[in-house]
């Protein structure tokens, strides 16, 4: 079983819809959750940061975090074309090393 | 901030040949610095991680002497590929680990160089 497991896609929606992205994954040490967007021929740039457990909110992203079912989330509002993009998960438990999900191919069309 | 310049971000060169990749934080120290690779369509490889001031420890399958890591400095990392075939032909991407550790657990990523070997 892989640590982390997420949908590679991919997602095509309209411009304005709520994209909802997931991952899931097996070890329950993992404390820090990030996601990544990534353009094509460009390194990830790092979207969101939680600590444990909870919500974040940043401008149309949330990222939420359930640590009792071993699933994050990332959700964007009023999607964008510019959002096209593909989207990584990565955890750590002490930050010594990271795991990342395959990606989750995002097209917004307008 | 949490600025990472990697350098260059496209290079061709001839096999046989060795290249050298810088990556920067520009605005942070980083006591940790990892190299991936990744080719198209797929999720990023862990290739090292490397500690500044002592030798980088290499994932499973990847030949040290063959991609040369050197982290001197709390803000410079490189990575040499030597003696380049095209079978290295990839996208190297680096990223760096804030000094301090707890809320500064996460990595802040390069851009990228797309290595093209003749």
């Known amino acids: 079983q892989k640590e982390v497991e997420q949908d590679p896609g991919p997602l095509s929606v309209p411009e304005g819809a709520i994209v909802s992205l997931n991952c899931t994954y097996s070890n329950s040490a993992f404390q820090y959750f990030m996601w990544y967007r990534q353009y094509s021929r460009k390194g990830p740039e790092l979207l969101m940061y939680?600590?444990?457990?909870g919500n974040k909110e940043d401008g149309r992203f949330t990222a939420q975090v359930d640590k009792s079912s071993k699933y994050i989330s990332l959700f964007i509002r009023d999607s964008q074309p510019s959002d096209s993009a593909t989207y990584l998960c990565?955890?750590?438990?002490?930050?010594?090393?990271?795991?990342f999900g395959t990606g989750t191919s995002l097209t917004v069309i307008p | 901030g949490a600025v990472v310049s990697q350098h260059p971000s496209r290079v061709i060169c001839k096999s046989g040949t060795s290249v050298k990749i810088e990556c920067r934080s520009l605005d942070f120290q980083a006591t940790t610095m990892f190299w991936y690779r990744q080719f198209p369509k797929q999720s990023l490889m862990l290739m090292a991680t490397?500690?500044?001031?002592?030798?980088?420890?290499?994932e499973q399958g990847v030949e040290k002497d063959k991609f040369l890591i050197n982290h001197a400095s709390l803000t410079l990392s490189t990575l040499t590929v030597t003696s380049a075939h095209p079978e290295d032909s990839s996208f190297y991407i680096c990223?760096?680990?804030?000094?301090?550790?707890?809320?500064?657990?996460?990595?802040?990523f390069g851009a990228g160089t797309r290595l093209s070997v003749l």
């Open positions: 490397s500690n500044e001031g002592s030798k980088a420890t290499y």
């Open positions: 939680t600590y444990s457990s």
């Open positions: 990565a955890m750590s438990q002490s930050g010594n090393q990271f795991y």
């Open positions: 990223s760096a680990r804030p000094q301090g550790g707890g809320s500064k657990n996460i990595q802040y």
